[in-house]
């Protein structure tokens, strides 16, 4: 049996314009994970299907989504507030509880997340350069700089899609 090794994105030298790139490919790289289900008239049924780990396809791409929002709304807090104080999910991936429910379409979780990843590469994008060590006090604990969100927010879609990927697999097989 040969074992999956999976490592971490490293994003501790990623550049806020590299950030804008991958922000703004990831619409079109989950449509393509989901894409081979195009053909398949259960394709949202599949997307629902939970993985070994109790979460569906539909479930991450939610889940990415939110999350870019939520770092999106820290980051323009950053940008306008000189100190702010941030939810402890911005910085803890562990407090990122979603209590509302998934899209009932593939179509729909897309078009979100689509839109949430242009807004965060949007507000990426203009951020001005002196900006990006800005800091925020994040409640309970420490401070995060407007850079670390980003990286943050990269890293998110990187693994939402890496996990998608593997539960459509597991679903599928």
């Known amino acids: 049996m040969q074992t999956e090794v999976v490592s971490a994105l490293d994003v501790s030298h990623l550049t806020p314009p590299d950030a804008v790139a991958a922000l703004r490919s990831y619409p079109r790289r989950f449509r393509s994970a989901l894409q081979p289900l195009d053909d398949d008239e259960q394709i949202d049924e599949i997307a629902h299907r939970l993985g070994r780990d109790g979460r569906s396809a539909i479930d991450v791409v939610s889940d990415v989504t939110r999350t870019f929002v939520l770092l999106g709304e820290a980051l323009r807090q950053i940008a306008l507030s000189d100190q702010p104080v941030l939810h402890p999910a911005v910085a803890d991936p562990s407090a990122r509880r979603w209590e509302n429910g998934t899209p ?44 670390d969100l980003v990286r943050d927010a990269t890293k998110v879609g990187h693994e939402g899609l890496r996990d998608v990927e593997r539960i459509l697999q597991e679903v599928r097989t």
């Not at 900006?131 to 420490?142: F, I, K, L, N, P």
Request: charged share 25%.
């Open 104 to 147: 009932a379409t593939v179509e729909d979780a897309l078009a979100l997340l689509t839109e949430a990843a242009d807004n965060l590469a949007q507000q990426t994008s203009e951020l001005p350069a002196k900006a990006w060590d800005r800091t925020a006090q994040v409640a309970g604990d420490g401070t995060v700089r407007a850079l």
